[in-house]
């Protein structure tokens, strides 16, 4: 009702209100733990649980989950032991909110994986694995794979962004990758359902001796942080169903091994009266183990000693077991998972439809090798080394075992049980049970904590069940998926949590010590983030230009709180327009977004980024455009026009007409409020200045975003002084109205930094 | 090694292991509560939070939220109190996971959101909506709005899917959509950034006179669940950035109110020299709550009294001033939040850039209405009810105040604070605070339960905060969102939980009581779920066709655990393909998905459902195709192949070579196996059925299903003994072979059932 209110009031609030909050917040609950428990139904069972995984505003988890996002084509993360989903990064599918796929950057990513030209704007993401060192995870990549369009992608775990799409030069699907050689030499992808090599028909009549399926060995160059095509390799294999793969480690490293299904061969035809594939791919006792030696293979291609195909090397079968570099043991039917013990002495292999778990030992194996003790060979010519000559225990761990995870203890591994739902502890040195714990329910794969290095943690394990069923509230025919948390630290399984996976199925997840990654709160200024290095259409501020070269119109802009510049961009219908934007922030999460109506563009510029969106201009007409990451009090009016003319366009006379007049009276009034409100920021930073708060390195980074804004309020007070000298009361009003702008922006990061220091206990220094 | 023990394993666990795991799983922790607070540094405040939001295995949520998903385009849905996301629902984008945007049917859905002919691949959700029945929410719709390219879309509660998607027939951006009035009459959508109506070119230099904003009520029909725009009418408004609205409530019914910025109708140029829009437009003291009355609106439509521009119904201002539909009244200059109380008496609204809230009467607004008593008119002649004549209070309730959310007791409302970083519990009868909570960071909107509805529940509420800084692991400069948890049943508000958005920045939230929705989880068999009705494309079981019409060739398929028919689909190069799939599952959770290697098909079909694959096969070659949903242990057999032969292709003569041989020895070995399975299956079912599980739905169904299973089993065993007969073992093998899959499969379910009945502690029953 008060005008004078309005404007008062922020003054009152900052040294009032603002100062006063400490009390309240701090009342202690009035209801008792036993209440709650009891209103609840929870057990101490439950509440035990619950402090096991429950954390606190501002708490850390203790590892991050990278999950693959199955269908979604994604990755997701989420932290343990709280199980919260922290981001979803984009790899395969468009993604908006991160502009994965909407600007040129990105776009250019996703057109590495096109297929005949195609764009494939989906993938059937699997295996998710980390780069390694000796060994251990470090925490710099992370590669996973596209099941049904063979590919493989890079994502750099410095700014959780996908860097890179390669795609298999010989395979029409995969699902054994990615895994990793100890040192990220290679990453390995192996294929699933056979196929002809190279694009052309094949009647399945001869599906005996032209379809194949293969390994591919991917080179990384660990310092591009991008995989080299150039100097990869892949293993011709027969035409059986390889499934998984895993490399050797310690005394097995220089070798892989990969499984398969339906060594029989066999050609469904439903439709035909034949049984389908499920009953002729799952006949025989035993499928195939595939070992090859990548050591050796890698040695022959530096040699030059083999041959490209389609521009890809190929270890043919014959020049394979010709070098020695491929053998097969026989492992129990349809088996899913083949994992490597952390010192690498071990093998551990499941057949889906038994009831066991099959250690193999690499030491009879390499024996064997060593011998050139085989049982025979396959109808390709490879020889079989036989599963007694290698089997160092089996044991009975449920029904449908699938895969395992190895423990920080000894001789300890955890086997998924499908059918039986289930988790099985056991030792298998000594090839015995420990104990079980049902899940809920079918569970596919499951992760210890750095599970797959060569020390793993141990602590947590989840199991990624297949089924959720009536686990949680309904949400329709679709359901989610449910991973469930166990505490593996004791003797006994302890199920701790379950935790919906509300987008894709996710096949496998990695898990990494949290403290080994240390990502980027900011880019480089004007940084290209998808070729990382500065962005040739970077701009700085007070630089930003339009550039017409023949049709194309670029635009050089920047973003900051709360501003697009340009603001208004015309073009001539017929243009191909070109806007490339950097965000000027150096602000943790000052991230701005841009979004135009009508030309499906929809970016994200996180701090330092320089993003592009090309597109054609080919309906004249006014198209808004606006920031869409909530960024300031203002983010509203951070808005633009994108005008474009019809072709032939001839611009009236005449200025726009302003929607409201501005006085000396409307300058004086702000001015002062302008005045009044740099006192309370003066009051504010004496507190913060008053304090200790160079001890918080949270408050030091809003100080420094307080000090660059506050720089800004400084240019538009000039600005606004100038005005005013020269008697123009309607530009002078509005740039006083901007400096109040960048006040109020300063006052919010001051206020957050104060809070932050009474919330933390931060102590009085004297200057 | 012992190749027998493959074979009889699944026999010794079913009934060795299966049954004796009771005892290893009810292992008491041995860790004691104080050690593990303790070692995670948890005060007795954080255990009371996290025994007030922990939710045990099967545990159900009491409320669900529905989440704008910002940028994503989706809606996130999650659960209440233990903040897990159950699923995202894809709306403007297409997800590959749901299969939308890539089978025929969903992209029908998507189709209809096309702006100018373009296909818009994303969307910037705003504000989800329930469809209410007299100011209760029902359950049954959600409506969300895109702010990028004004459009609304319409999910069905019954199976969380998107129906539809309007566009607006005037608008150039929305911001405030969706709000829906006391019965779903209307689903509210005001624009944002006043462009010209109509898509021609205009001049920025006619801002005043040609640029407009506006807000469109659209007619809901509730039965057909479907919005009807040729029942919809739009209000013609000044070139005011429109902001949020609101639906009158009870004594209020009738009526609309609309926010709005920047009525001092400024444009930017900052690259002219101009002050930025947002000097410009937060300049004024005050701008313009818009009121409607839209019933009345609603009658002279249905009277043929308003004409149709473009095609659809326009009030022009003049029209709405001359029949009373329309007034303006000041309000605190940048409002962000218009929010009507639950019994309709007042409405609050607070300006960004104040500290206030504002307090309106409807009593003292439809008085002067009655009275036409008004402080004048704005340019464009819409009559303007004083500030004075209609403030029932204001309130300083904290620095950047933006949204309100009613809680369950009388004249209590919870308000956002965004540049203080907290949120405000006050009187909004007595105008007095209550309470003030930090929460971190920036929070946006804020949501209580069921708090747009007109008998909130209170309970709790969320803060959405859009700054999450460092309250999570970092995960890259983009960082997720932080919605917060507060429980507001006591006098004291307490923050319980910090929940990661992971995806999309999400705007605004609803919540409703879980119990309202009861979704489906089987569709009727053969259903086009995005038309609501029986698919022309449905197929039964063993009616699967390929029919040829011209060049395209449609596939009549059918998908069930674990097999997809047909596995071989042959056609020629040029044709268009059109592959049909009928889920034939009717169990809870049994999707099977459909992907096939470089035509960017990926299809998510649930029980009953029919979907459609259309797509060139414009290369000769062999395409994988493969069920992408883990469905059952022979999942990864759920395979088969498009052969696209070149034109002109002749077969050579000869048949398939088997890639393994089988004699009599197989197959009595094959029936050994079964006939000894069935007895276990057997003494299984025996177990269930002699307890007492027709008390547990859960096992109700799985028995239905494991029953049908059953039945299938038994075919394959006629076919089986039918090719032993006749001596044909190679084919007997074979089909008793899936005899066994079929047994497999029951076994699972059979197994699910009685771990079900051993965990709810079941009692034997006598028949």
Known sequence: MNKKAINKSALVLLMGVGLGLGAASSAVAQQTLDDVMKSRGLTQKDLLAAAKTYTPTGGRDEYLAFSSGGQSGQIIVYGIPSMRILKYIAVFTP???????????????????????????????????????????????????????????????????????????????????????????????????????????????????????????????????????????????????????????????????????????????????????????????????????????????????????????????????????????????????????????????????????????????????????????????????????????????????????????????????????????????????????????????????????????????????????????????????????????????????????????????????????????????????????????????GREKVVREGNTVHVYGTLIRSHITPEIIEVTEGDTVSIHLTNLERAQDETHGFAMYGQNVNLSIEPGKTVSATFKADKAGVYPYYCTEFCSALHLEMQGYLLVRPKGYKAKAGAIQEGQKYTKADYDKQVKTNLDTQAVINSVVGFITSHNYKDFPTVVALVEDATEQLGFADEAKKKSEEYATKGDYQNATLWAGQWWQYQVKTADMGLRAKTHLEENRAVKVSK
Chains 1, 2 share one sequence.
Not at 108 to 114: C, E, P, S, T
Not at 272 to 277: M, Q, T
Not at 281 to 299: I, L, P, R, Y
Not at 364 to 369: D, H, L, Y
Request: hydrophobic residues 35%; neutral net charge.
């Open 95 to 541: 993604e908006p909110w991160q502009g994965y796929g909407f600007d040129d950057e990105s776009k250019a990513v996703l057109a590495q994986g096109r297929i005949m030209g195609k764009d494939i704007l989906y993938g059937d993401t699997h295996h998710p694995a980390f780069s390694e060192t000796e060994g251990e995870y470090n925490g710099r990549y992370l590669f996973i794979n596209d099941k049904a369009n063979p590919r493989l992608a890079v994502i750099d775990l410095h700014d959780f962004e996908t860097k890179q799409i390669v795609v298999n030069p010989f395979f029409r699907s995969d699902h054994g990758g990615a895994f990793v050689t100890p040192n990220t030499e290679y990453v390995m992808e192996s294929s699933q359902y056979a196929a002809p090599y190279g694009t052309d028909f094949v009647p399945l009549e001869e599906f005996n001796t032209k379809y194949r399926g293969g390994l591919t060995y991917w080179k990384f160059d660990d310092k591009k942080g991008r995989i080299d095509p150039e100097h990869s390799f892949t293993f011709e294999f027969p035409p059986y169903s390889q499934d998984l793969s895993d490399a050797g480690k310690k005394v097995s490293n220089g070798w892989g091994f990969t499984n398969s299904f339906c060594s029989e061969r066999y050609v469904g035809g439903i439709e035909r009266g034949r049984p389908p594939f499920e009953a002729g791919c799952s006949q025989k006792d035993t499928d195939f183990m595939h070992v090859t030696n990548w050591k050796k293979a890698a040695e022959l291609v530096a040699a030059g000693k083999v041959k490209k195909v389609n521009g890809a090397y190929l270890i043919t079968m014959d020049q394979a077991v010709k070098e020695g570099l491929l053998y097969l043991i026989p492992e129990p039917k349809s088996p899913h998972g083949v994992d490597v013990s952390p010192d690498g002495a071990y093998i551990i292999v499941s057949g889906k439809l038994d009831s066991h778990a099959w250690v193999y030992s690499w030491e009879k194996i390499s024996k064997a090798i060593a011998a050139k003790k085989f049982e025979g060979k396959d109808p390709y010519g490879i020889p079989i080394i036989s599963m007694k000559d290698t089997l160092h225990t089996q044991v009975q761990v449920g029904l449908g075992p699938l895969h395992s995870q190895y423990d920080s203890k000894k001789c300890v591994v955890y086997t998924s049980i499908y059918v039986d739902s289930m988790v099985t502890k056991w030792d298998y040195c000594k090839g015995k049970v420990l104990d079980q714990l049902h899940i809920h329910y079918n569970i596919g794969h499951l992760v210890s904590m750095e599970g797959d290095s060569v020390s793993p943690d141990g602590k947590y394990l989840i199991a990624l069940n297949k089924l959720a069923i009536d686990r949680f509230n309904p949400v329709g025919p679709l359901h989610p998926q449910n991973h469930q948390l166990i505490d593996i630290s004791g003797d006994k399984m302890q199920l701790l949590y379950d935790m919906p996976v509300p987008l894709g199925e996710p096949h496998y997840v990695v898990a990494i010590k949290a403290d080994k990654l240390k990502p980027a709160i900011r880019y480089k200024s004007g940084w290209n983030s998808r070729e990382d290095k500065r962005s040739v259409w970077r701009t700085r501020a």
